[in-house]
């Protein structure tokens, strides 16, 4: 079955202090695997995708495919990285539908 | 461009009351979708269509129907509504059927049936 697991519901850092936030995958195949995110107020909105091999907002996510993982981190936290993460998973059926894990609430205080 | 647009934005139903959910977007995309999402819990996938007159069912699409007469609109219809469709509903698109694509979401509609 195809899944996505995010084990942490919330996720509270200081100012500056490395950023996790882990997610892992049950998929057969080639998957792929996307950071979607929601700030207050806004839409969701992506983040980043594996395929892309990008750094966005200073975030980055490896995938790992013996550990079945694609965990987001960044080095120093902001408070404006205050937002609910969505690890998501790309089905290969349903028209390409994502897949999401429950979300981590990531808080940032100075 | 206004991207996904979702309407309405709240809406209170009673139990038994029927409703339709607007979804309209106009970067023309062929692939949309409505997902619903639960207090604490991932979105999950309720239709999908991969073009104008085509959908299919998703995860959980007991209780909802849906239509696609147009590329631009795909509106989520319920029926007979229950406390169990309390949720918050987005709608999405995105313009190719490759994996890599981005959705691209619209700001939700929050609804509580009482």
């Known amino acids: 079955a195809q899944r996505v697991t995010q084990p942490e519901k919330l996720l509270s850092v200081f100012k500056g202090a490395p950023v996790e936030l882990k997610c892992n995958y049950s998929y057969s195949g080639s998957p792929e695997l996307f950071w979607y995110v929601q700030y207050s107020r806004q839409r969701l909105q992506l983040l980043l995708r594996h395929i892309s091999r990008e750094s966005i907002k200073g975030f980055t996510a490896d995938l790992n495919k013996g550990e079945t993982s694609f965990h987001l981190k960044k080095p120093f936290a902001q408070e404006e990285d205050s937002a609910m993460y969505y690890c998501a998973l790309s089905a290969s059926q349903a028209g390409t539908a994502l897949i999401f894990g429950k979300g981590t609430t990531l808080s940032v205080s100075s | 461009n206004a991207g996904v647009t979702q309407t309405p934005k709240f809406r209170i139903l009673k139990i038994g009351q029927s409703m339709t959910l607007q979804c309209a977007q106009d970067m023309n995309h062929n692939y949309m979708y409505w997902y619903r999402q639960d207090p604490g819990m991932g979105l999950k996938l309720i239709y999908y269509?991969?073009?104008?007159?085509?959908?299919d069912k998703g995860e959980v699409p007991n209780g909802y129907n849906v239509s696609r007469s147009t590329t631009e609109d795909f509106p989520l219809r319920l029926e007979l509504a229950a406390p169990s469709q309390t949720s918050v509903y987005f709608c999405?698109?995105?313009?190719?059927?490759?994996?890599?694509?981005?959705?691209?979401f619209g700001p939700g509609t929050r609804l509580t049936v009482t």
């Open positions: 999405a698109s995105t313009p190719k059927p490759d994996s890599s694509y981005e959705q691209y």
């Open positions: 269509s991969v073009g104008a007159g085509i959908t």
